[in-house]
Structures are given as structure tokens and as C-alpha cells.
């Protein structure tokens, strides 16, 4: 059987993988990249947090992986 851990009070937005990693983004102001393993186990690895991920009246909603690159979709809150 394969269990499936949960990590606790994260509000996920958008994630995407290679065949080996895992990175997630989290719905939170400023938005966060979270960076996981996939093999052997599912492993936090890395995290990006602001200023580096966005600014803080930013958040990101789509994250895309292709060839090595992330690309990310980001939505300037005090705009809305």
C-alpha cells in the first residue's frame, strides 16, 4: 500500500515536475516555491521565499517547468 503524507497548514496554488522533482507554490502573500524530491522519497529540498519569488503585494498562480526552466505567472495583488 502507498501512503500519502500531507504537510499541514499549506495552502498549495499551482505546481508543476520534472521527472525527479516536485515544485509547488503556495497561496500565501507573498507567494513561496517549494522544491520537493520525487526519488527515492518525497523530500523538501529547497524553498524560495520574497523577495526572491515576488514582491509582497504579489502572489503567484501558475508555475510551469519545461527544459529545465520555470517559468512563473504572477499577479500583482494591489492592482485588483
Known amino acids: 500500500a502507498h501512503y500519502v503524507r ?3 497548514q499549506r495552502d498549495w496554488v499551482s ?6 522533482v516536485l515544485y509547488a507554490t503556495t497561496n500565501k502573500q507573498p507567494s513561496s516555491i517549494m522544491k520537493f524530491t520525487l526519488v527515492p522519497t518525497i523530500k523538501l529540498i ?3 521565499k520574497y523577495p ?3 514582491s509582497k503585494d504579489e502572489t503567484i498562480y501558475k508555475i510551469i517547468y519545461n ?4 517559468a512563473l505567472l504572477i499577479k ?5
Open 6 to 8: 500531507t504537510i499541514k
Open 15 to 20: 505546481c508543476t515536475r520534472s521527472d525527479t
Open 46 to 48: 529547497k524553498k524560495w
Open 52 to 54: 526572491i519569488t515576488c
Open 67 to 70: 527544459n529545465e526552466n520555470l
Open 76 to 80: 500583482n495583488l494591489a492592482e485588483c
